[in-house]
């Protein structure tokens, strides 16, 4: 069983990645991305930018190409692939921010 890590009160930890039907990496980024968040138990969202909702969220994020892997507010990689280990890396790091802001608390 995995624990939903809560960041800043009750917004949860949240792995995107935006994506378009053209892109011919977004296959493997969802792939990585839903592994990496189901292993650190937060959660996990697929954009897709050819909808109006996702593109409305995409311009938020300042996204112009896919694929694109954003952790919270933090875009981690535009418009090519990440490694399952640097995606871990990545996470980790922010999880380990959080747990010294709740222990400082």
Do not use: N
């Amino acid at each position: 069983m995995f624990m939903k890590f809560r960041i800043e009160g009750e917004r949860l930890m949240e792995l995107k990645v935006f994506t378009l039907p053209t892109c011919s990496g977004c296959s493997v980024a969802k792939l990585i991305a839903s592994e990496v968040a189901e292993k650190y138990g937060i959660s996990f969202k697929v954009v897709d930018m050819a909808t109006e909702e996702g593109l409305k969220e995409g311009t938020a994020y300042q996204i112009m190409s896919a694929p694109t892997i954003a952790i919270g507010e933090e875009v981690i990689v535009r418009g090519h692939l990440i490694s399952k280990e640097r995606l871990e890396e990545e996470v980790k790091k922010r999880l380990e921010k959080w747990k010294t802001r709740a222990s400082s608390k």
